[in-house]
């Protein structure tokens, strides 16, 4: 069974510090991907990872991807208040209907 | 342009009551998703539909819950006898692509999902 880990899994931090979301996953996915979702908000689609090494970046958001230790990190650099959200990782589900599992999510507040 | 509405946004039941959510997808996808979010956990898949065919129903809780995508663009998502823990949030996600081209992002778009409370 695929399962996929966040940790931690709340985050608070001040404004102006860096830190890092970590996303651990069971099995051999072919793609991951990042969420964001604010209070009473669908999830808004951050990044999605293809192959191992893959790096992206928007703003003070970058994710990356090792495919042999099955990990993503989200790492965040001089957070700042409008960042504050739960952030979830997801990776597609065996079988080829596409669906996605996803992690327990990480709430993150950052405070002033 | 416009993403995927679902209705309504806010659902009371009795228990006991049946219910049916509504999604409409962005026009012209073919694959149609939907999932339950139960509070301060991460989304879990229930059904997936390829166009009108509903090639995946092992996530649905239990034979009260009914998917149908009749006519491949708009799904219904009923629950029957509604009980208290079916009280979460479910969600609706579209894609453009088939799961199985390799190497594409396979993007989901989500929509606002409807927050159902049993009581």
């Known amino acids: 069974e695929l399962k996929v880990e966040q940790n931690p899994l709340f985050l608070s931090m001040q404004e102006g510090k860096n830190y890092t979301i970590y996303c651990n996953y069971s099995?051999?996915?072919?793609?991951l991907y990042w969420y964001r979702q604010d209070p009473g908000k669908s999830l808004e689609s951050l990044f999605v990872?293809?192959?191992?090494?893959a790096v992206k970046q928007e703003g003070r958001l970058m994710a990356s991807l090792d495919t042999k230790a099955r990990l993503s990190t989200l790492h965040i650099t001089a957070a700042v208040h409008d960042l504050s959200a739960t952030y979830f990782c997801?990776?597609?589900?065996?079988?080829?209907?596409?669906?996605?599992?996803f992690g327990k999510g990480t709430k993150l507040s950052v405070k002033p | 342009g416009a993403g995927v509405s679902q209705s309504p946004r806010y659902k009371v039941a009795k228990r006991g009551q049946d219910v049916a959510l509504r999604c409409d997808p962005i026009s012209g996808h073919v694959s149609l998703f939907w999932y339950q979010q139960a509070l301060g956990q991460g989304p879990e898949f229930l059904t997936y539909?390829?166009?009108?065919?509903?090639?995946?129903k092992s996530g649905l809780p239990s034979d009260r819950f009914f998917a149908e995508r009749p006519e491949g663009s708009v799904s219904t998502l009923k629950i029957q006898r509604t009980q208290q823990e079916d009280s979460a949030v479910y969600l609706c996600a579209s894609s453009f692509l088939l799961p199985s081209l390799a190497g594409a992002p396979l993007e989901q778009y989500f929509g606002p999902g409807t927050r159902l409370t049993v009581t």
């Open positions: 990872l293809l192959s191992n090494g």
């Open positions: 997801a990776v597609l589900g065996g079988g080829s209907q596409g669906n996605l599992i």
């Open positions: 099995t051999t996915s072919d793609r």
């Open positions: 539909f390829q166009n009108e065919a509903q090639l995946d």
